[in-house]
């Protein structure tokens, strides 16, 4: 269950995303290219209205870019019809976001397995998989609690446990430590980083340099254009 085999690099190929606006268009992103490699956290940085948000939806699928493409294992992503979209984006991909966003109503475990559901995944082997899962992040503890008694880092690792319900090849994290202290941001880094050791893709959008440390590679992005030779050590 931790090690995934077939996984491939999200690719962006030139992408170029522009805003129709009131005051006329506005170029978010252009000209960006990028391998976003199994096994390897990329870290996303650049200042407020640098385009990161903006690059994150493109490379999830929710949002089509204006010019150019994102692919993974041959697929154009942006050529997939609305529901086909959806299926894949639900089996390859998981997200993690800064406010954890899980569902309030359901505990812990529920929250895990609430996307196996959504796949077809059989009762048994849902509730299996989510305390695997739980125990794999160290929350098995908290197993029946209720979202809003978790500690923002706990709420977090279950946020990435139910990011990985469905087995993703590709994670996506915005600002995954935005709302956290230092301690409880290392241990969600920590988390991520062994999300990336089973073979995933771990993207993350952080403004924190300590946090973009701990990743393979580092994608900056300002004024909507990324900075080629930017990597981390
Ligand atoms: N739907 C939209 N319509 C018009 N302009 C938009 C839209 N979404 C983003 N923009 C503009 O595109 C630019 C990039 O925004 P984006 O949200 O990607 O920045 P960001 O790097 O994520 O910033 P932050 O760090 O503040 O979250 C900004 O100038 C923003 O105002
Ligand atoms: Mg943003």
Do not use: C, W
Not at 51 to 67: H, I, R, V
Not at 82 to 110: D, H, W, Y
Not at 139 to 157: D, I, K, M, N, Y
Not at 210 to 221: C, K, L, M, N
């Amino acid at each position: 269950m931790a090690s995934k085999t077939t996984t491939h690099p999200l690719i962006a190929h030139e992408l170029k995303r522009t805003f129709d606006t009131p005051s006329g268009p506005v170029e978010a992103i252009r000209h960006v290219n990028h391998e976003f490699l199994p096994g390897q956290v990329t870290a996303v940085m650049g200042p407020s209205g640098s385009g990161k948000s903006t690059l994150l939806n493109l490379l999830a699928g929710f949002d089509d870019p204006s010019e150019g493409h994102v692919e993974y294992g041959g697929t154009v992503i942006s050529d997939l019809p609305e529901r086909k979209r959806a299926a894949f984006r639900l089996t390859t991909f998981g997200f993690v976001f800064q406010a954890a966003n899980l569902i309030s109503v359901l505990p812990a475990a529920r929250n895990i397995a609430f996307p196996m559901g959504l796949a077809g995944v059989p009762r048994q082997e849902r509730q299996q998989r989510a305390s695997e899962l739980l125990e794999r992040f160290g929350v098995s503890h908290r197993a029946s609690a209720l979202p809003r008694t978790l500690s923002g880092g706990e709420r977090q690792r279950v946020a990435i446990a139910r990011a990985l319900a469905n087995d993703p090849s590709v994670v996506f994290a915005d600002e995954p430590t935005g709302s956290l202290d230092r301690e409880s941001g290392k241990t969600v880094v920590q988390a991520l980083r062994s999300v990336a050791e089973d073979g995933r893709a771990v993207i993350m959008v952080t403004h924190d340099p300590e946090v973009a440390a701990a990743a393979d590679d580092i994608v900056r992005i300002v004024d909507g254009v990324m900075d080629e030779n930017d990597h981390a050590g």
